[in-house]
Protein backbone atom coordinates (compact mmCIF):
# COMPACT_ATOMS: atom_id res chain seq x y z
CA UNK A 1 0.00 0.00 0.00
CA UNK A 2 2.65 2.18 0.58
CA UNK A 3 4.55 2.14 -2.62
CA UNK A 4 1.19 2.42 -4.67
CA UNK A 5 1.21 5.59 -2.61
CA UNK A 6 5.03 6.55 -3.12
CA UNK A 7 4.19 5.66 -7.08
CA UNK A 8 1.22 8.28 -7.22
CA UNK A 9 3.29 10.82 -5.71
CA UNK A 10 5.68 10.08 -8.32
CA UNK A 11 4.01 10.19 -10.74
CA UNK A 12 2.37 13.76 -9.47
CA UNK A 13 5.88 15.00 -9.36
CA UNK A 14 6.59 14.28 -12.79
CA UNK A 15 3.94 15.75 -14.13
CA UNK A 16 1.79 12.32 -15.51
CA UNK A 17 -1.31 13.42 -13.45
CA UNK A 18 -3.12 16.41 -12.35
CA UNK A 19 -3.49 17.12 -8.36
CA UNK A 20 -7.07 16.13 -8.80
CA UNK A 21 -6.42 12.78 -10.15
CA UNK A 22 -4.00 12.55 -7.53
CA UNK A 23 -6.07 13.19 -4.70
CA UNK A 24 -9.01 10.93 -6.60
CA UNK A 25 -5.88 7.74 -6.88
CA UNK A 26 -5.08 8.58 -3.11
CA UNK A 27 -8.90 8.89 -1.69
CA UNK A 28 -9.48 5.53 -3.25
CA UNK A 29 -6.41 4.06 -2.08
CA UNK A 30 -7.73 4.51 1.25
CA UNK A 31 -11.12 3.33 1.02
CA UNK A 32 -9.52 -0.05 0.00
CA UNK A 33 -7.48 0.11 3.09
CA UNK A 34 -10.33 0.30 5.35
CA UNK A 35 -12.68 -1.92 3.55
CA UNK A 36 -9.01 -4.59 4.44
CA UNK A 37 -9.67 -3.50 8.00
CA UNK A 38 -13.22 -3.68 7.97
CA UNK A 39 -13.04 -7.43 6.73
CA UNK A 40 -10.28 -8.61 9.57
CA UNK A 41 -12.38 -8.02 12.68
CA UNK A 42 -14.86 -10.23 11.97
CA UNK A 43 -12.16 -13.04 11.82
CA UNK A 44 -10.74 -12.03 14.83
CA UNK A 45 -14.49 -11.86 16.73
CA UNK A 46 -14.81 -15.36 15.61
CA UNK A 47 -11.34 -16.43 16.54
CA UNK A 48 -12.39 -15.78 20.02
CA UNK A 49 -15.93 -16.70 20.17
CA UNK A 50 -13.88 -20.17 18.78
CA UNK A 51 -11.94 -20.03 21.71
CA UNK A 52 -14.10 -19.15 24.48
CA UNK A 53 -16.32 -22.72 23.51
CA UNK A 54 -13.55 -24.87 23.47
CA UNK A 55 -12.82 -23.36 27.39
CA UNK A 56 -16.59 -24.05 27.99
CA UNK A 57 -16.09 -27.52 26.41
CA UNK A 58 -13.28 -28.75 28.55
CA UNK A 59 -14.89 -27.12 31.33
CA UNK A 60 -17.72 -29.46 30.60
CA UNK A 61 -15.70 -32.63 29.81
CA UNK A 62 -14.49 -32.35 33.71
CA UNK A 63 -17.61 -31.92 35.44
CA UNK A 64 -19.57 -34.26 33.03
CA UNK A 65 -21.05 -37.90 34.42
CA UNK A 66 -21.78 -38.96 30.93
CA UNK A 67 -19.48 -42.02 29.31
CA UNK A 68 -16.15 -40.87 26.94
CA UNK A 69 -18.11 -42.02 24.35
CA UNK A 70 -20.87 -39.76 23.98
CA UNK A 71 -18.53 -37.08 24.78
CA UNK A 72 -16.67 -37.28 22.04
CA UNK A 73 -19.41 -37.68 19.81
CA UNK A 74 -20.15 -34.01 21.35
CA UNK A 75 -16.80 -33.21 20.75
CA UNK A 76 -16.47 -33.89 17.16
CA UNK A 77 -19.88 -32.80 16.68
CA UNK A 78 -18.91 -28.95 18.57
CA UNK A 79 -15.84 -29.42 15.79
CA UNK A 80 -17.55 -29.75 12.64
CA UNK A 81 -20.05 -26.51 13.60
CA UNK A 82 -16.96 -24.68 13.87
CA UNK A 83 -15.16 -25.64 10.82
CA UNK A 84 -17.94 -24.36 8.68
CA UNK A 85 -17.85 -20.69 9.52
CA UNK A 86 -14.14 -21.04 9.39
CA UNK A 87 -14.50 -22.35 5.50
CA UNK A 88 -16.80 -19.68 4.48
CA UNK A 89 -14.49 -17.17 6.21
CA UNK A 90 -11.40 -18.30 3.70
CA UNK A 91 -13.79 -18.63 0.82
CA UNK A 92 -14.74 -15.13 0.93
CA UNK A 93 -11.19 -13.85 1.45
CA UNK A 94 -10.04 -15.70 -1.72
CA UNK A 95 -12.66 -13.93 -3.53
CA UNK A 96 -11.99 -10.29 -1.89
CA UNK A 97 -8.33 -11.12 -3.01
CA UNK A 98 -8.97 -12.00 -6.62
CA UNK A 99 -11.10 -8.97 -6.85
CA UNK A 100 -8.27 -6.62 -5.32
CA UNK A 101 -5.96 -8.08 -7.79
CA UNK A 102 -8.15 -7.72 -10.63
CA UNK A 103 -8.72 -3.70 -9.76
CA UNK A 104 -4.92 -3.62 -9.10
CA UNK A 105 -4.46 -4.69 -12.57
CA UNK A 106 -6.73 -2.40 -14.00
CA UNK A 107 -5.19 0.40 -12.65
CA UNK A 108 -2.05 -0.34 -13.64
CA UNK A 109 -3.09 -0.89 -17.19
CA UNK A 110 -5.33 2.67 -17.01
CA UNK A 111 -2.03 4.20 -15.03
CA UNK A 112 0.10 2.75 -17.86
CA UNK A 113 -2.07 3.90 -20.87
CA UNK A 114 -2.59 7.40 -19.29
CA UNK A 115 1.72 7.87 -19.25
CA UNK A 116 2.22 6.67 -22.49
CA UNK A 117 -0.26 9.03 -23.83
CA UNK A 118 1.12 11.29 -22.15
CA UNK A 119 4.28 11.23 -23.18
CA UNK A 120 3.06 10.80 -27.01
CA UNK A 121 1.35 13.90 -26.46
CA UNK A 122 4.24 15.89 -24.81
CA UNK A 123 6.34 14.74 -28.08
CA UNK A 124 3.80 15.99 -30.12
CA UNK A 125 3.57 19.29 -28.33
CA UNK A 126 6.97 20.21 -28.93
CA UNK A 127 6.86 19.12 -32.49
CA UNK A 128 4.21 21.18 -32.82
CA UNK A 129 5.79 24.09 -30.93
CA UNK A 130 8.92 23.85 -32.63
CA UNK A 131 7.67 23.81 -36.34
CA UNK A 132 5.34 26.66 -35.42
CA UNK A 133 7.99 28.47 -34.13
CA UNK A 134 10.25 28.01 -37.06
CA UNK A 135 7.01 29.42 -38.96
CA UNK A 136 6.78 32.53 -37.03
CA UNK A 137 10.40 32.97 -37.38
CA UNK A 138 11.02 36.75 -37.69
CA UNK A 139 13.00 36.64 -40.33
CA UNK A 140 13.11 40.56 -41.54
CA UNK A 141 15.16 41.48 -38.45
CA UNK A 142 18.79 39.44 -39.80
CA UNK A 143 18.03 39.56 -43.77
CA UNK A 144 16.07 43.38 -43.54
CA UNK A 145 12.32 44.20 -44.53
CA UNK A 146 10.08 42.30 -46.89
CA UNK A 147 8.87 43.45 -49.75
CA UNK A 148 5.29 41.86 -51.03
CA UNK A 149 4.23 41.93 -54.55
CA UNK A 150 2.00 39.54 -57.11
CA UNK A 151 3.00 38.10 -61.07
CA UNK A 152 0.87 36.25 -63.15
CA UNK A 153 1.81 34.23 -65.86
CA UNK A 154 0.04 32.48 -68.54
CA UNK A 155 0.72 29.30 -70.16
CA UNK A 156 -1.18 27.38 -72.85
CA UNK A 157 -2.63 23.62 -72.06
CA UNK A 158 -3.66 22.35 -75.31
CA UNK A 159 -1.58 19.51 -75.18
CA UNK A 160 -0.81 19.23 -71.38
CA UNK A 161 -1.77 16.09 -68.98
CA UNK A 162 1.36 16.32 -66.32
CA UNK A 163 1.81 18.71 -63.65
CA UNK A 164 4.74 18.89 -61.97
CA UNK A 165 4.69 21.26 -59.05
CA UNK A 166 7.11 22.05 -56.76
CA UNK A 167 7.68 24.71 -53.86
CA UNK A 168 10.36 24.92 -50.87
CA UNK A 169 8.40 27.70 -49.02
CA UNK A 170 4.89 28.46 -49.50
CA UNK A 171 1.43 26.83 -50.24
CA UNK A 172 -0.22 25.87 -53.43
CA UNK A 173 -4.04 25.66 -54.14
CA UNK A 174 -5.54 24.11 -57.12
CA UNK A 175 -8.37 25.45 -59.20
CA UNK A 176 -10.32 23.65 -62.29
CA UNK A 177 -12.11 26.49 -64.40
CA UNK A 178 -13.56 26.51 -68.28
CA UNK A 179 -10.46 28.28 -69.40
CA UNK A 180 -8.37 26.67 -72.13
CA UNK A 181 -5.06 28.17 -70.56
CA UNK A 182 -3.12 27.38 -67.60
CA UNK A 183 -3.22 30.54 -65.29
CA UNK A 184 -0.40 31.05 -62.60
CA UNK A 185 -0.97 33.96 -59.46
CA UNK A 186 1.78 34.33 -57.15
CA UNK A 187 1.85 36.01 -54.06
CA UNK A 188 5.70 36.60 -53.04
CA UNK A 189 6.97 37.90 -50.19
CA UNK A 190 11.14 38.91 -50.18
CA UNK A 191 13.76 39.79 -47.74
CA UNK A 192 17.14 41.68 -48.35
CA UNK A 193 16.24 43.43 -51.71
CA UNK A 194 16.52 47.21 -51.90
CA UNK A 195 13.00 47.34 -53.83
CA UNK A 196 9.86 46.00 -55.16
CA UNK A 197 11.42 46.17 -58.79
CA UNK A 198 14.77 44.30 -57.84
CA UNK A 199 12.79 41.86 -55.71
CA UNK A 200 10.40 40.86 -58.90
CA UNK A 201 13.64 40.34 -61.13
CA UNK A 202 15.32 37.87 -58.45
CA UNK A 203 11.57 36.07 -58.46
CA UNK A 204 11.66 36.12 -62.30
CA UNK A 205 15.26 34.91 -62.63
CA UNK A 206 14.86 31.97 -59.92
CA UNK A 207 10.94 30.52 -60.56
CA UNK A 208 10.21 28.17 -63.14
CA UNK A 209 6.77 27.89 -65.38
CA UNK A 210 7.27 26.18 -68.57
CA UNK A 211 5.56 24.24 -70.72
CA UNK A 212 7.65 20.66 -71.64
CA UNK A 213 5.95 18.39 -74.52
CA UNK A 214 3.06 16.73 -72.25
CA UNK A 215 4.06 18.35 -68.79
CA UNK A 216 3.42 22.02 -67.16
CA UNK A 217 6.60 22.61 -64.60
CA UNK A 218 6.29 25.19 -61.59
CA UNK A 219 8.80 25.15 -59.75
CA UNK A 220 10.59 27.75 -56.75
CA UNK A 221 13.72 26.71 -54.67
CA UNK A 222 13.71 29.92 -53.00
CA UNK A 223 13.91 28.89 -49.40
CA UNK A 224 14.12 32.06 -47.85
CA UNK A 225 11.21 33.85 -50.29
CA UNK A 226 7.60 32.97 -49.50
CA UNK A 227 6.08 31.91 -52.71
CA UNK A 228 2.39 31.23 -52.87
CA UNK A 229 1.10 30.10 -55.92
CA UNK A 230 -2.95 30.06 -56.69
CA UNK A 231 -3.33 27.62 -60.34
CA UNK A 232 -6.07 28.06 -62.36
CA UNK A 233 -6.16 25.14 -64.73
CA UNK A 234 -8.43 23.89 -67.47
CA UNK A 235 -11.25 21.28 -66.72
CA UNK A 236 -10.68 17.98 -67.71
CA UNK A 237 -8.83 14.53 -66.87
CA UNK A 238 -5.23 14.79 -66.52
CA UNK A 239 -2.50 11.77 -66.81
CA UNK A 240 -0.65 12.92 -63.48
CA UNK A 241 -0.49 15.49 -60.65
CA UNK A 242 3.15 15.29 -58.70
CA UNK A 243 2.91 18.23 -55.87
CA UNK A 244 5.67 18.35 -53.51
CA UNK A 245 6.06 21.23 -50.82
CA UNK A 246 8.86 21.77 -48.31
CA UNK A 247 6.70 24.18 -45.73
CA UNK A 248 3.12 24.86 -46.81
CA UNK A 249 -0.06 23.43 -47.36
CA UNK A 250 -1.77 22.25 -50.52
CA UNK A 251 -5.80 22.38 -51.70
CA UNK A 252 -7.72 21.09 -54.07
CA UNK A 253 -11.20 20.44 -55.38
CA UNK A 254 -13.10 19.36 -57.97
CA UNK A 255 -10.35 17.42 -60.12
CA UNK A 256 -9.93 14.23 -61.86
CA UNK A 257 -6.47 12.71 -62.31
CA UNK A 258 -5.31 8.96 -63.34
CA UNK A 259 -2.45 9.26 -60.67
CA UNK A 260 -2.08 11.84 -57.62
CA UNK A 261 1.04 12.38 -55.35
CA UNK A 262 1.27 14.76 -53.19
CA UNK A 263 3.78 14.77 -50.35
CA UNK A 264 4.90 18.20 -48.01
CA UNK A 265 6.82 17.97 -44.79
CA UNK A 266 4.68 20.72 -43.05
CA UNK A 267 1.40 21.55 -43.66
CA UNK A 268 -2.23 20.43 -44.38
CA UNK A 269 -3.38 18.39 -47.05
CA UNK A 270 -7.37 19.24 -48.28
CA UNK A 271 -9.21 17.75 -50.95
CA UNK A 272 -12.34 17.46 -51.93
CA UNK A 273 -14.25 16.34 -55.24
CA UNK A 274 -11.43 14.01 -56.70
CA UNK A 275 -11.58 11.31 -59.35
CA UNK A 276 -8.56 8.93 -59.72
CA UNK A 277 -7.01 5.86 -60.16
CA UNK A 278 -4.40 5.53 -57.42
CA UNK A 279 -3.55 8.72 -55.35
CA UNK A 280 -0.81 8.86 -51.93
CA UNK A 281 -0.80 11.86 -49.74
CA UNK A 282 2.28 12.52 -47.40
CA UNK A 283 2.67 15.24 -45.00
CA UNK A 284 5.09 15.10 -41.57
CA UNK A 285 3.33 17.30 -39.75
CA UNK A 286 -0.46 18.33 -40.38
CA UNK A 287 -3.92 17.24 -40.91
CA UNK A 288 -4.51 14.93 -44.14
CA UNK A 289 -8.89 15.71 -44.77
CA UNK A 290 -10.27 13.66 -48.41
CA UNK A 291 -13.84 13.98 -48.97
CA UNK A 292 -15.95 13.19 -51.95
CA UNK A 293 -13.16 10.59 -53.59
CA UNK A 294 -13.84 8.21 -55.92
CA UNK A 295 -10.97 5.75 -56.85
CA UNK A 296 -9.04 2.59 -56.70
CA UNK A 297 -5.79 2.47 -54.75
CA UNK A 298 -5.16 5.27 -52.04
CA UNK A 299 -3.11 6.20 -49.17
CA UNK A 300 -2.27 8.74 -46.94
CA UNK A 301 -0.08 9.11 -43.81
CA UNK A 302 0.95 11.76 -41.46
CA UNK A 303 3.08 11.45 -37.84
CA UNK A 304 1.16 14.63 -36.43
CA UNK A 305 -2.22 15.00 -37.32
CA UNK A 306 -6.15 13.21 -38.65
CA UNK A 307 -6.59 11.66 -41.26
CA UNK A 308 -10.00 11.84 -42.75
CA UNK A 309 -11.07 9.57 -45.51
CA UNK A 310 -14.60 9.72 -46.90
CA UNK A 311 -15.91 8.04 -50.65
CA UNK A 312 -16.31 5.35 -52.99
CA UNK A 313 -13.24 3.91 -52.46
CA UNK A 314 -11.87 0.03 -53.33
CA UNK A 315 -8.60 -0.02 -51.39
CA UNK A 316 -7.39 2.41 -48.27
CA UNK A 317 -3.94 2.34 -46.32
CA UNK A 318 -4.27 5.10 -43.58
CA UNK A 319 -1.86 5.93 -41.01
CA UNK A 320 -0.95 8.58 -38.41
CA UNK A 321 1.27 8.57 -35.44
CA UNK A 322 -0.59 10.78 -33.41
CA UNK A 323 -4.25 11.50 -34.51
CA UNK A 324 -7.38 9.73 -35.00
CA UNK A 325 -7.70 7.92 -38.03
CA UNK A 326 -11.41 7.63 -39.72
CA UNK A 327 -11.97 5.98 -42.91
CA UNK A 328 -15.41 5.84 -44.45
CA UNK A 329 -16.11 3.66 -47.92
CA UNK A 330 -19.03 3.48 -50.27
CA UNK A 331 -17.92 1.14 -52.71
CA UNK A 332 -20.12 -2.31 -53.16
CA UNK A 333 -16.84 -3.78 -54.30
CA UNK A 334 -14.53 -2.43 -51.82
CA UNK A 335 -11.26 -5.01 -50.66
CA UNK A 336 -9.01 -3.62 -48.52
CA UNK A 337 -8.86 -1.26 -45.26
CA UNK A 338 -6.02 -0.84 -43.29
CA UNK A 339 -6.05 1.57 -40.79
CA UNK A 340 -3.48 2.49 -38.18
CA UNK A 341 -2.80 4.89 -35.07
CA UNK A 342 0.43 5.38 -32.55
CA UNK A 343 -1.84 7.58 -29.92
CA UNK A 344 -5.47 8.02 -31.35
CA UNK A 345 -8.71 6.39 -32.17
CA UNK A 346 -9.51 4.34 -35.35
CA UNK A 347 -12.74 4.34 -36.90
CA UNK A 348 -14.03 2.45 -39.96
CA UNK A 349 -17.44 2.32 -41.95
CA UNK A 350 -18.06 0.43 -44.20
CA UNK A 351 -21.18 -0.95 -46.78
CA UNK A 352 -23.65 -3.57 -45.47
CA UNK A 353 -23.78 -6.65 -47.52
CA UNK A 354 -20.21 -7.15 -47.98
CA UNK A 355 -18.21 -10.32 -47.25
CA UNK A 356 -15.89 -9.65 -44.59
CA UNK A 357 -12.54 -11.45 -43.53
CA UNK A 358 -10.83 -9.05 -40.63
CA UNK A 359 -9.02 -8.15 -37.67
CA UNK A 360 -8.70 -5.55 -35.26
CA UNK A 361 -6.28 -4.99 -32.29
CA UNK A 362 -5.55 -2.41 -29.11
CA UNK A 363 -2.89 -2.72 -26.45
CA UNK A 364 -4.83 -0.50 -23.72
CA UNK A 365 -7.93 0.70 -25.85
CA UNK A 366 -11.78 -0.61 -26.41
CA UNK A 367 -12.38 -2.78 -28.89
CA UNK A 368 -16.11 -1.74 -30.58
CA UNK A 369 -17.21 -4.37 -33.22
CA UNK A 370 -20.57 -2.98 -33.80
CA UNK A 371 -21.34 -5.92 -37.05
CA UNK A 372 -23.70 -7.95 -35.44
CA UNK A 373 -24.01 -10.37 -38.33
CA UNK A 374 -20.25 -11.31 -38.54
CA UNK A 375 -18.45 -14.65 -36.83
CA UNK A 376 -16.14 -14.32 -34.23
CA UNK A 377 -13.11 -16.36 -35.62
CA UNK A 378 -11.00 -15.78 -32.46
CA UNK A 379 -10.60 -13.02 -29.31
CA UNK A 380 -7.92 -12.18 -27.17
CA UNK A 381 -7.74 -10.19 -24.04
CA UNK A 382 -4.53 -10.33 -22.65
CA UNK A 383 -2.09 -7.86 -20.97
CA UNK A 384 -1.72 -5.11 -23.34
CA UNK A 385 -2.54 -7.33 -26.28
CA UNK A 386 -6.16 -7.48 -26.99
CA UNK A 387 -7.50 -8.60 -30.56
CA UNK A 388 -10.48 -9.69 -32.50
CA UNK A 389 -10.77 -11.45 -35.57
CA UNK A 390 -13.86 -11.91 -37.42
CA UNK A 391 -15.54 -13.00 -40.70
CA UNK A 392 -18.40 -12.92 -42.69
CA UNK A 393 -19.75 -15.18 -45.40
CA UNK A 394 -22.06 -13.41 -48.49
CA UNK A 395 -23.23 -15.85 -51.37
CA UNK A 396 -22.06 -15.22 -54.73
CA UNK A 397 -19.22 -13.13 -53.29
CA UNK A 398 -15.62 -14.99 -53.66
CA UNK A 399 -13.78 -12.11 -52.78
CA UNK A 400 -14.27 -10.43 -49.05
CA UNK A 401 -13.25 -7.21 -47.81
CA UNK A 402 -10.11 -7.64 -45.86
CA UNK A 403 -9.99 -5.02 -42.62
CA UNK A 404 -7.60 -4.30 -40.53
CA UNK A 405 -7.61 -1.55 -37.40
CA UNK A 406 -5.01 -0.92 -35.08
CA UNK A 407 -4.63 1.51 -32.21
CA UNK A 408 -2.24 0.80 -29.87
CA UNK A 409 -3.74 3.42 -27.07
CA UNK A 410 -6.62 4.57 -28.72
CA UNK A 411 -10.08 2.45 -29.34
CA UNK A 412 -10.81 0.78 -32.53
CA UNK A 413 -14.46 0.82 -33.88
CA UNK A 414 -16.07 -0.64 -36.85
CA UNK A 415 -19.55 -0.43 -38.08
CA UNK A 416 -21.84 -0.21 -41.49
CA UNK A 417 -22.89 3.30 -43.38
CA UNK A 418 -26.03 4.48 -41.75
CA UNK A 419 -28.73 3.79 -44.00
Known amino acids: MQSKRKRILTMLENGTITTDEALTLLEKLNGEQTTGQGTTEPSQTSTEGTAQSQAASETSEKEATSSEQGNEKTGSTQNSEQSEPTGQSGQSGQSGKSKQSKQSMDDFLEDLRKDFTNVSDRFMQFMQTAVQTVKEFDIESPFGESVLFSHTINKPM ?47 EKVLVVTDENKLRISSKMKMTKVNLDLFLPQKEYKELNVRLMNGSFTMSDA ?82 DAKTMSGSVELYIPNGLSLSGEIASNMGRLDLQLDDVNRTAEQDLLLQRSIRFKKDVENQDNPLYIFGEAKTGSVLVCYNAK
Open 256 to 337: EAKKVHVKTANGKIEISTLKFKTADFETANGEIRLTGLSGEKLSAETLNGRVYIDGDLQEVEAQSLSGHVVVTTTNNQAAKI
Open 158 to 204: DKIDELLLDIDNGKITVHYTDEKEARAEFSVKAFNNESETKAKEDFL
